[in-house]
Structure formats: C-alpha cells, structure tokens
C-alpha cells in the first residue's frame, strides 16, 4: 500500500554518477509508480545526476559540505517531515541515517543498502576504516541491512556477527524501462557508425582497484594478433595513468576515454563485448546492465558479485584478477560471440526494478 502518513525518505551523499546512486533513482521512480510520496534527502544536491531525477520525487538538499556534518539537519527533517520510512546507501550515509532516526526517536523503519566488501576493499581511508569499525554499535540502530551480493553479506556478518539476522541479499534494482528504453538511443561515436571493428567497451569511475591498466595491458596483448578497439567510460583521478598507459603500449589511437555519460546504455547495447576488470567490487551494476542488452561479458572473478551476477561463468566468462593473458584471450572470444539473449532474460529478470523494488519495500513493512 502507499504510504498515506509522509513520504519514504531516500538519504544519499549526492547524485553524483556511481552504481548507488542510479539504483536508488531507479528505487525512487519504481516508488512514485506505485503511489507512494517519496523525498529524495541529499547532503549536498550536487552531482551529474542532478538532471536524471525522476519526476515526482521531492529534493531535500540538506546543504551540508561533509555527510557526517548533515547529521543535526538530517535529524531535523525527520522530526518535521516524518517519512514513513527511511532508506540510505553508502556507508557514510548509512551510518549517518541510522544515528538521526535513533535520535529523531521516531518509530520508523531504518534500512541501509551496503555495496561494498569492507574486508577485501584493499584501500580505505582511516574514516572508513573507523566506519567499519563502528557499523555492529551504529547498525543496532537499523531495521535491516540489505547487501547487494552474498559476497558483501558474508564479510558483514564477520564484522557484526551480532546483527546476522537483519542482513539480507536482495538484487539491486538495476534494470528498469527508461533503462532499456535509454539504450535504444544511437551512438555517434565514429567507432560506432558503419562499424567494422569490434568494439569492446568498459564503464566505472578511474580508480585504480577498477583495474583499468590491466585492462589496457591486456587490450594490447589482444592486439597484436586481433583488430579491435577499447572505449572506457567514467571520470576519475586514473584518467592520465591509463592514458599513459595506452600510450606506452602503443595502442592509443585505439582506446579512447570518454569521460562519464549520463546516459552509457547505446554504448553498452551496441558493444561487441563488456569488460570489468576490478580488483573487487560489492555488486557491479554496469555488468547487470550491459548483461540485459544481451552483450558478451567478460569479468575479473573479484570479490564480490560477478560470479553471482554470470551464475559462475554460465552467463559470462569469469577470469583471475590481474591475469592479462586470461583477460585478453576472454575478450577475443567474447568479440566473435552474437547477442546473449539467454544472459539478457537472466537479468532482466533478476535484476530488474519491479521485483527489487517489492523486496526492498518489504523490508521495511511498506508491502
């Protein structure tokens, strides 16, 4: 039922272009559709999401420089707009919303949404590090934890073995209709028009544990012996490091760095193949998207979430991270594959925004 006494409360950092914060639009706009209120509470309304809320959801911009520093008017909003429930994502944020509705002391249900492996991310900063430290004291304050993989859910109960009965693996509302309907838009990329050699295409922010340099190793090993070309899309503080990169392996003028795109889904649909290259992940949403346009997948079997997203090699092939030789021989057997429509059903259907959204409302009593 729709909630008739506020509006569902969805707290994120801001709308910037990363995996969280496109799943928890998609969550938002599923909402509206079924009738409910729904305010989208950000830190600081900044970001290159700004332009792709969907229509009907209130903004709440909290106008704060730092998540932890939004805690007072976070508190405040709640006592005044008393949403009916509160969904949060990303650590900062989470452990930011559980702390306000304890001190709110309203009797709503809290739930946070955890992405990210806290034992195998290899580099985190001390704040994350005390983060991690203090979800078993701070998550007492949430009605339930949703983990986006089983991998996540594993390493959250070792952390706060206490809380195991609040954690639960609900797939991420990836893959909705504007999704789809998104993807049908034409590329103009020269690459695209009138193609004649594979393109094989990447998508996450430039940070080093995305592995993109291995990723550009491995492309040059494809090279030598197939024609191909690479487009990498997302922003980032790698950008000049993978740059270098292709331009010491003398594959330059066949890898280009697009930067991010509001919209990636033409790209990912007229592929020749997706790679994901990560040294770890929590539940990558570009390979669930990319896998319901039907596009060969080719993934690093990181911790955690692309063996569970290509059901352990059924859907995609799955090699060791940091393996160039394994990663380029996958990509020159992914190229010379046709659409995947038994892999584009799997996702749609698994991942897709109706039926995460049920479970996702149900944790919190509103279904």
């Known amino acids: 039922m729709p909630a008739k006494r506020g509006p569902v409360a969805i707290f994120v950092p801001s709308v910037r272009g990363g995996g969280a914060e496109r799943a928890m639009l998609i969550f938002g706009q599923e909402m509206i559709a079924r009738g409910f209120s729904v305010d989208l509470v950000t830190t600081s309304l900044e970001g290159a999401l700004v332009d792709s809320i969907p229509k009907g959801i209130s903004v709440v911009d909290l106008q704060s420089s730092k998540t932890v520093l939004a805690l007072p008017k976070l508190v405040k909003y709640l006592k005044t707009r008393r949403p009916v429930a509160i969904y949060a994502t990303i650590i900062n944020a989470n452990t930011v919303a559980a702390t306000a509705a304890f001190l709110a002391n309203l009797n709503i249900p809290v739930i946070v949404r955890e992405a990210t492996v806290p034992i195998s991310s290899r580099k985190v900063s001390i704040f994350q590090w005390l983060t991690f430290k203090a979800l078993p004291f701070v998550y007492r304050f949430a009605d339930g934890v949703i983990a986006v993989s089983q991998g996540v859910a594993d390493e959250l109960a070792m952390i706060m073995p206490g809380l195991v009965d609040r954690i639960r693996v609900i797939p991420t509302p990836v893959v909705s209709h504007d999704v789809l309907r998104l993807g049908d838009a034409e590329v103009v990329h020269p690459w695209f028009v009138n193609k004649t050699t594979p393109v094989i295409v990447s998508a996450a922010r430039l940070e080093r544990h995305k592995g993109f340099c291995t990723l550009v190793e491995a492309f040059a090993k494809l090279r030598k012996t197939t024609r191909a070309r690479l487009v990498i899309l997302g922003d980032g503080g790698e950008r000049e490091r993978i740059v270098e990169r292709a331009r010491a392996l003398g594959v330059q003028s066949d890898v280009d760095l697009l930067g991010f795109k509001k919209n990636p889904f033409p790209y990912m649909r007229h592929a020749d193949a997706f790679v994901l290259a990560s040294e770890y992940e929590g539940l ?67 991942y897709g925004a109706q039926s995460a959204t049920e479970a996702y409302l149900a944790m919190a009593g509103l279904v």
């Not at 859907?315 to 394994?326: H, I, K, Q, R």
């Open 284 to 350: 990558p949403n570009v390979l669930v998207q990319a896998m319901a346009f039907g596009t060969p997948i080719v993934a690093t079997d990181c911790k955690s979430g692309p063996a569970e997203i290509l059901c352990q090699g059924r859907f995609g092939s799955l090699v060791p991270v940091g393996d160039t030789e394994a990663l380029s021989k996958a990509l020159a057997d992914a190229i010379k594959l046709p659409k995947q429509v038994e892999a584009m059903e799997y996702a749609r259907y698994t």
